[in-house]
């Protein structure tokens, strides 16, 4: 599977972006996909994630819950990442990566990664 995040941009504070992570392969649906993010210097963070197949199950870190939202369009081979009431501190890097087998908040159990897509959100 190859990902490729896109939908960076820059924007104000309280405004909106939404990211997007288009995969190939015929398969990916069977993956599970999260969203990360990584500030220089820093560990990658868990941002979000959502299951296999339909995506009924999604998981938030706690920073992001009520505010950005993860969703995916199998027809499209897409997940989102619908971030609103941006705030700078979500300035970074996000990255998005798919698990063939479980649904996890450890970056370490994620198989691919695709490039990160930079936000910068100014005060």
């Known amino acids: 599977v190859q990902l490729q995040a896109s939908g960076g941009g820059l924007v104000q504070a309280g405004g909106s972006l939404r990211l997007s992570c288009a995969a190939s392969?015929?398969?990916?649906?069977?993956?599970?996909v999260g969203w990360f993010r990584q500030a220089p210097g820093k560990e990658r963070e868990f941002v979000a994630t959502?299951?296999?197949?339909?995506?009924?199950?999604?998981y938030y870190a706690d920073s992001v819950k009520g505010r950005f939202t993860i969703s995916r369009d199998n027809a499209k081979n897409t997940v989102y990442l619908q971030m609103t009431s941006l705030k700078p501190e979500d300035t970074t890097v996000y990255y998005c990566?798919?698990?063939?087998?479980?649904?996890?908040?450890?970056?370490?159990?994620?198989?691919?990664w695709g490039q990160g897509t930079l936000v910068t959100v100014s005060s």
């Open positions: 392969g015929r398969t990916f649906s069977s993956y599970v």
């Open positions: 990566a798919a698990s063939a087998v479980l649904i996890t908040r450890r970056p370490e159990e994620y198989d691919y």
């Open positions: 959502i299951s296999k197949w339909s995506g009924s199950g999604t």
